[in-house]
């Protein structure tokens, strides 16, 4: 789980404890800009309400995503804008997931983010940590630890300004570089087109998978819990907070004990399935050049220009519909993502 990796490598480099071969960025270029973040990132993980994505959960969340990115295309308007204001659980959250599973999720039901590659995009873990403490922008930091490699800090982050009635601008985003990362490319030998890659390249997927931790916040507090099922999962287990107060690591100790593991329920998995199977028709209707479905064509009179008329009577045209094509739509339309939020507690999980 990357957020107990964090806690344990900021807490442990912050105490003088961290080894070399573990976390290269505090060893190679430490500075006090690198310290300072670590000690606001170990204590808003701390603070934070942690949720984690099942690869099902992180991929319906996504679907959802396509919706909404396909109206906001025609619009013009901003993903997040279109799903409306959502109200955080708690004033810090943490949200993670698989990137690679999402990745092969997205390749496999043809995501429009995936229309030029040809293979699935995503590896290792990705973390969000959202804090709403500061009463004039959001912070969003996304942390990301590919697989086979060590946790790296972010090389920047979001920080999204609220207009003066205090509602988010998501038109009004500041990129947050982080000067410790810069160094640390620089003395690794990044060129500086090098380093603004790799800022850019962050900052895009930190826009674009944003809208799943915020799909699940209206989730959360949607009627129905929108197909989800949070269930409580302990974090540190009683042998760790043991071995920790053995070695003295209060890091671990001031973590939260529990997260939330986010799983999708029947109605969610039944929508999936629902329309995996419509877009596979659809491609196959597609690349077949196929005509209508077959229907029923009433009795008619066809009128030509000589002014003959020709009684047609009724008659079936086109093709039968895939027999394992479902009829009944389960789960919710695909264009269904606007949650109906309560003024229930959305901390609550109950």
Not at 18 to 29: E, G, K, M, Y
Not at 124 to 146: A, P, Q, S, V
Not at 327 to 343: C, H, N, Q, S, Y
Request: proline share 6%; aromatic share 8%; glycine share 8%.
């Amino acid at each position: 789980m990357l957020y107990k990796s964090l806690i344990s490598l900021y807490g442990s480099s912050l105490a003088g404890k961290s080894a070399p071969a573990d976390d290269l960025v505090w060893h190679f270029t430490p500075s006090e800009d690198l310290r300072l973040f670590r000690e606001y990132a170990l204590d808003a993980l701390q603070q934070a309400k942690v949720y984690l994505l099942d690869h099902m959960a992180a991929a319906y969340a996504d679907t959802l995503h396509d919706a909404v990115a396909k109206q906001a295309s025609e619009t013009g308007l901003p993903a997040m804008a279109i799903l409306g204001e959502v109200k955080l659980p708690a004033d810090v959250v943490w949200v993670e997931f698989d990137d690679r599973e999402l990745g092969v999720a997205r390749f496999e039901r043809a995501s429009p983010v995936t229309r030029h590659d040809d293979k699935p995009i995503g590896t290792g873990l990705r973390g969000y940590l959202i804090d709403d403490r500061n009463k004039g922008h959001l912070r969003i930091t996304m942390f990301h630890r590919r697989e086979n490699s060590r946790v790296v800090d972010p090389i920047c982050a979001l920080l999204v300004k609220r207009t003066p009635t205090g509602e988010l601008n998501y038109d009004n985003v500041e990129v947050e570089l982080s000067r410790s990362m810069v160094d640390f490319r620089v003395r690794s030998g990044d060129t500086k087109e090098m380093i603004n890659g790799r800022r850019t390249v962050h900052q895009v997927e930190t826009g674009y998978d944003l809208f799943i931790p915020y799909a699940l916040f209206a989730m959360l507090v949607s009627p129905d819990l929108g197909g989800i099922i949070p269930t409580e999962n302990e974090t540190f287990t009683a042998k760790d907070a043991k071995t920790a107060r053995k070695f003295g690591k209060s890091w671990i100790l001031g973590a939260q004990k529990s997260h939330l593991t986010i799983r999708i329920g029947p109605q969610a998995a039944a929508h999936m399935q629902e329309r995996q199977a419509r877009l596979e028709f659809e491609r196959q209707v597609q690349d077949g050049r196929s005509g209508p479905v077959r229907h029923w064509v009433s009795e008619h009179e066809r009128r030509y220009r000589s002014g003959k008329v020709v009684l047609v009577k009724g008659h079936h045209r086109g093709q039968l519909p895939a027999p394992n094509l479902p009829t009944r739509v389960m789960g919710p339309k695909p264009e269904a993502t606007i949650f109906e939020l309560d003024a229930g507690d959305p901390s609550d999980p109950d």
